[in-house]
């Protein structure tokens, strides 16, 4: 009762953002949060910019939706920065893109740092340009030790190509006579994953109005709650994301059983 006479106190009034948080945080929260960060493009179309002032513009989104998930205490946020495919963009785009992490992480390191944030990464590291591959090493190093929310970054990441090293390494092993067969079961292909040692996603986010996975965390979703806003990525702030989590939480998750989840 009290829930709801503050849910439509925060709809009719305007209530802060620190005392929405604070409410929003009084439900639980989802523990992973996994977002397509989508619409830079469109976003710059709309201004006649380029398509990469749209993606510099969604740089100070991750900012944004990093610090409010952290402060809301979700542990993980996974971003969806670059995929296997992305490299068909002009070149022009992708050394945009190369250089964002960069860009962002000399700027925001020390504030991730005070926040207890850790940088993470999750993707084909090995072939990304030198400079991309310093800036989130010195991140991760530098923010090692932190134990505040993960910030995971998928970057040159795809599903299927995580899939198919997934299921070489179980063959090899198998192969080699280190597993047996009878081994595989779903936390054996789960601990196989670059997502191992996370919790897997509650909650998918896609931004801009596109309804699809993109290659996306295929295998680790299958039981995450799906949002898809039509809320262009570099448009996307604080107040949108509070919205995503109250959401979430009118949602009730079965698992497949026939019994609801009263909590969320
Ligand atoms: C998709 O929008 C977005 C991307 C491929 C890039 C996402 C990257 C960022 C938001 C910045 C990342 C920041 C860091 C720190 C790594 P789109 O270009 O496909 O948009 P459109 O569909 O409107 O064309």
Redesign the pocket.
């Known amino acids: 009762m009290l829930e709801k006479l503050m849910r439509r106190k925060t709809a009719e009034t305007n209530v802060s953002l620190p005392e929405q948080i604070a409410l929003v945080k009084s439900r639980k929260i989802p523990a992973h949060v996994a977002i397509i960060?989508?619409?830079?493009?469109?976003w710059a179309k709309k201004r006649n910019l380029p398509?990469i002032a749209?993606?510099h513009e969604?740089?100070k989104t991750?900012r944004k939706i990093t610090r409010v998930a952290n402060d809301l205490g979700i542990k993980v946020l996974t971003l969806y920065?670059?995929s296997t495919e992305?490299w068909k963009r002009p070149k022009m785009e992708i050394d945009f893109?190369m250089k964002?992490?960069g860009e962002?992480l000399s700027t925001y390191l020390p504030e991730l740092i005070e926040q207890n944030v850790k940088v993470e990464m999750i993707g084909n590291f090995n072939v990304l340009p030198d400079h991309t591959k310093k800036a989130i090493q010195r991140a991760m190093e530098a923010t090692a030790s932190n134990d505040g929310m993960t910030l995971n970054?998928a970057m040159n990441y795809g599903s299927r190509l995580e899939l198919i090293e997934c299921v070489k390494e179980i063959a090899n092993q198998a192969a080699n006579g280190e597993i047996d067969v009878s081994d595989i079961d779903e936390s054996f292909i789960d601990s196989h994953l670059m997502t191992a040692h996370l919790p897997e996603p509650d909650l998918l986010i896609r931004t801009?109005g596109e309804v699809r996975l993109s290659n996306f965390m295929l295998w680790q979703l299958a039981y995450a709650e799906f949002s898809f806003t039509d809320v262009l990525?570099p448009d996307f702030d604080e107040q949108c994301m509070l919205n995503e989590i109250r959401e979430f939480q009118s949602r009730s998750r079965r698992f497949g059983n026939v019994e609801r989840d009263g909590d969320v």
Request: hydrophobic share 45%; aromatic share 18%.
């Open positions: 960060m989508d619409g830079n493009g469109r398509r749209g993606h969604g740089m991750v920065a670059f992305n893109l964002l992490p962002f970054f801009s990525w």
